[in-house]
């Protein structure tokens, strides 16, 4: 089994920054995939950003240039840093890593407003 923290979620403005962070911990041989999803009120959960295990990256277009994927394997941890945000990106975020499987955070709030 394994289990996600997350941390980093907040009200900003906009045009600030956060960085959100989410540490694994449990049965971790290797982790594969690992990265953020999002979901706002009323709309379908969507994948942010993505990054492999050789730490290739993938972002949804509506964020790409602000917001930078990272992990760090020796922790276990993976970060997001959002720049430049806007009130649309407001949603809880989730993330999640692929042990064999797909494991998921218990989501944090994200709100962009002025």
């Known amino acids: 089994q394994v289990q996600l923290v997350e941390s980093g979620g907040g009200l900003v403005q906009p045009g600030g920054s956060l960085r959100l962070s989410c540490a694994a911990s449990?049965?971790?041989?290797?982790?594969?995939?690992m990265g953020w999803y999002r979901q706002a009120p009323g709309k379908e959960r969507e994948l942010v950003a993505l990054?492999?295990?050789?730490?290739?990256?993938n972002y949804v277009d509506s964020v790409r240039g602000r917001f930078t994927i990272s992990r760090d394997n020796a922790k276990n941890t993976v970060y997001l840093q959002m720049n430049s945000l806007k009130p649309e990106d407001t949603a809880i975020y989730y993330c999640?890593?692929?042990?064999?499987?797909?494991?998921w955070g218990q989501g944090t709030q994200v709100t962009v407003s002025s």
């Open positions: 999640y890593v692929i042990v064999v499987q797909r494991y």
């Open positions: 990054i492999t295990s050789v730490g290739v990256t």
């Open positions: 449990g049965s971790i041989s290797s982790i594969n995939n």
